[in-house]
């Protein structure tokens, strides 16, 4: 056997075994570093869409206060600027249906 037929086989050898056991390592090594950054970038795009659904919210709480159709549970100190107000207990045939 000649030095440059070892040479050759040896590097078949380690490049048909090594470089598919070297991609396994690199992806369960990576995996968890990848889904962090997934997590990351979704929590940043949840964060738009939590804020957009809390002004969604105060906006529909806002119409129902207006219509007399929302019961209110906090006592009027403790809402930021709302004004005083008697509660809405007016029957259910004088209410505006939604």
């Known amino acids: 056997m ?5 040479i050759i086989k040896f590097l078949i050898t380690a ?3 090594g470089v598919p056991l070297f991609g396994l390592t690199l ?3 990576l995996n968890p570093l990848v889904e962090a950054f997934i997590r990351l970038k979704e ?4 964060g738009m869409e939590v804020r957009l659904l809390r002004e969604r919210v105060a906006h529909m709480e806002r119409l129902l ?3 007399g159709l929302m019961d209110d549970h906090l006592p009027v100190s403790l809402r930021p600027g709302a004004p005083e107000r ?3 207990v007016s ?3 004088d209410r505006e249906r939604v």
């Open 2 to 6: 000649d030095v440059t037929e070892a």
């Open 15 to 17: 490049m048909v075994v």
């Open 27 to 29: 992806r369960f090594s």
């Open 43 to 46: 929590s940043q795009h949840g």
């Open 65 to 67: 206060e207006a219509h």
């Open 86 to 88: 008697l509660p809405a």
């Open 91 to 93: 029957p259910l045939k």
